[in-house]
């Protein structure tokens, strides 16, 4: 198994560009969940996801779209970059409601 | 909202066994769990305990909650340089584990 898979590693955007974060898990988990990390914070949740076709917003959703078309596969977009998106993004999946996430490696985004 | 904290600094010298300590403020917790992150990495879980345990053993780790105090320290026998990183408390309402709220993250240098 992969584990939880997070494309690209890197990457910059100019302000009001628009990008896909890519998220994959190959473990059949139900719950997916995306998570940004900023300096000297600690992780705060954005979206996720209980199953395919069902998504709901964490702590800081603003300025986030998420799809769960497949059990696979939990996409994060950005609509219109800003610089406040600047962050590093991971994604994480649970097999059932209680269990332990598994993270992914993390994006690291800069927004210019 | 919820909200967890932790001192955001411990230094120990390698040999020494480390503590970390965390409060959190939302009652219904069900599950506190431990997070480690080495630098440019993503995040690997510790540990994790029920919040009707008082204590969890894992060979060198120790969990110890104060359910009342709302109160979790990890503490880490005989701390390695390899130990050097960041901590994060996080907890889990009875939502679901994919719903974690984190604290800022305690970075532990160990002197050699």
């Known amino acids: 198994n992969a584990g939880v898979t997070q494309t690209p590693k890197f990457q910059v955007l100019k302000t009001g560009q628009s990008m896909t974060l890519q998220c994959a898990q190959d473990?059949?988990?139900?719950?997916m969940s995306w998570y940004r990390q900023d300096p000297g914070m600690g992780l705060r949740l954005i979206h996720y996801?209980?199953?395919?076709?069902?998504?709901d917003q964490g702590e800081v959703p603003n300025g986030y779209n998420v799809s769960r078309s497949t059990t696979e596969d939990f996409p994060l977009r950005l609509l219109s970059a800003a610089p406040s998106q600047t962050s590093v993004y991971f994604c994480?999946?649970?097999?059932?409601?209680?269990?332990?996430?598994?993270f992914g490696p993390g994006t690291r985004l800069t927004v210019l | 909202g919820e909200d967890v904290e932790q001192s955001l600094f411990l230094s120990v010298r390698e040999g020494d066994s480390s503590v970390i300590n965390c409060t959190y403020t939302d009652s219904s917790s069900t599950y506190l769990y431990w997070y480690k992150q080495e630098p440019g990495a993503g995040l690997q879980l510790l540990t994790y305990?029920?919040?009707?345990?008082d204590m969890k053993q894992d060979q060198r780790l120790t969990v110890l909650l104060n359910k009342k105090d709302k109160h979790l320290s990890l503490r880490i026998a005989d701390t390695q340089t390899g130990d050097s990183a960041i901590y994060f408390c996080?907890?889990?309402?009875?939502?679901?584990?994919?719903?974690?709220?984190f604290g800022k993250g305690t970075k532990l240098s160990v002197i050699p």
């Open positions: 996801s209980v199953g395919a076709g069902i998504t």
């Open positions: 305990i029920f919040s009707n345990m």
């Open positions: 473990m059949n988990h139900e719950y």
């Open positions: 996080a907890e889990s309402s009875g939502a679901g584990s994919y719903q974690l709220t």
């Open positions: 994480a999946s649970t097999l059932r409601r209680t269990d332990t996430q598994y």
